[in-house]
C-alpha cells in the first residue's frame, strides 16, 4: 500500500478517514489505521528533511561576531605601573609614604587595574584577566594594611614578619605568573621578572631588618619594575594607533 497525504498529523488522516466511511468497515481497526498514517508521516518528514526545503530549520546556523572592543591591557599595565613608580620613590627614599601613594594605590592601582581585568575576562583572556584583578586587589590590600589600624585603632598594625610573608607570598605569585610570559612578549617578561624580584627584596628587608640603604637599592629596582610596565602599556597604545610598531614589544616565537 502506497502512501501520499499531504496532511502530516496522523489523527486528522485518520479522523478524515472515517469520515469518508473507510474506517466504517468491519475489519478496519483504527489503530492499525493510525499506525500506517504514522509510517507515512515519518516518510514524508524523512523526505522533507533530505530536500533540506529550509536550512535554517534543519541544520544549527553559526554566528561569528566581531570583537569592536577596546583593549583593556595598557589600562591595567599604566595603573599598576604609575602606582609601582610613585610608591618606590618612596622606598628609595625621595619622600615618606604619603596620601598621595595612597590614593593612587585606590584608584588608579587598585579600581583601574580592576576594571582592565574585568574586561579582560570579557575577551577570554585567563593571564590577563588574573594578573590585573589579582594586583589591583593587592594595591587595595597594601592601602587598607596602612590605613586599617589607623581607621579602627583595636587592630593592631602588622610586624615586620607578617608584612615579609604577605609580600613572599605576592612573590612566589609573580614568579609563576613570569613563567607564563615566557609565551607573551620580552616587555612583560622584564615587566613580571623585576617585580618578582622587588618582592623578594622587600620580603627580605622585613625578615632581616635590612638597612635602609638596602631598602633604598630595592625602592629604585623597583622603579626599573614600574617604568618597564609604564613602557609596555603606551607601546601597546601606539602600536594600536599607528597600526606597525612603534615600540617594540619582542614577542616570543611560540
Known amino acids: ?20 466511511g473507510t474506517a466504517g468497515k468491519k475489519n478496519c481497526d483504527l489503530s492499525r489505521l493510525t499506525a500506517w498514517f504514522g509510517k507515512c508521516n515519518y516518510r514524508a518528514r524523512t523526505r522533507m528533511t533530505n530536500n533540506n526545503p529550509n536550512p ?36 628609595a627614599g625621595y619622600y615618606e609614604l604619603n596620601s ?16 582592565a581585568g574585568i574586561m579582560e575576562w570579557k575577551k577570554g583572556n585567563t593571564f590577563a584577566t ?10 587595595l590590600s597594601f592601602v587598607t594594611l596602612v590605613l586599617l589600624p589607623k581607621i579602627i585603632p583595636t587592630v593592631g598594625a602588622g610586624n615586620a614578619t607578617a608584612v615579609a610573608i604577605f609580600l613572599s607570598i605576592w612573590g612566589l605569585f609573580t614568579a609563576v605568573m613570569f613563567v607564563g610570559t615566557l609565551r607573551l612578549n620580552r616587555a612583560l617578561q622584564s615587566v613580571f621578572g623585576t617585580l ?7 620580603a627580605y628587608a622585613d625578615f632581616t631588618g635590612a638597612s635602609a640603604d638596602f631598602r633604598h637599592f630595592a625602592g629604585y629596582e623597583g622603579l626599573v619594575c614600574g617604568f618597564a610596565a609604564i613602557y609596555t ?8 594607533l599607528y597600526g606597525r610598531t612603534v615600540l617594540p614589544l619582542g614577542p616570543v616565537k611560540k
Open 1 to 20: 500500500m502506497s502512501c501520499k497525504v499531504k496532511n502530516l498529523n496522523p489523527a486528522k488522516n485518520a479522523r478524515a478517514l472515517l469520515r469518508h
Open 56 to 91: 535554517s530549520m534543519s541544520e544549527p546556523t553559526m554566528f561569528q561576531t566581531k570583537d569592536i572592543t577596546g583593549n583593556p591591557a595598557p589600562l591595567g599595565l599604566l595603573g599598576f605601573g604609575m602606582t609601582t613608580v610613585l610608591l618606590n620613590f618612596a622606598n
Open 100 to 115: 598621595m601613594v595612597l590614593a593612587m594605590g585606590i584608584c588608579y592601582g587598585g579600581i583601574a587595574q580592576v576594571i
Open 130 to 139: 588574573t594578573a590585573f584583578i589579582s594586583y589591583g586587589f593587592f594595591w
Open 196 to 202: 618578582t624580584i622587588l618582592f623578594i627584596l622587600l
Open 233 to 240: 602599556g603606551l607601546a601597546q597604545v601606539l602600536n594600536e
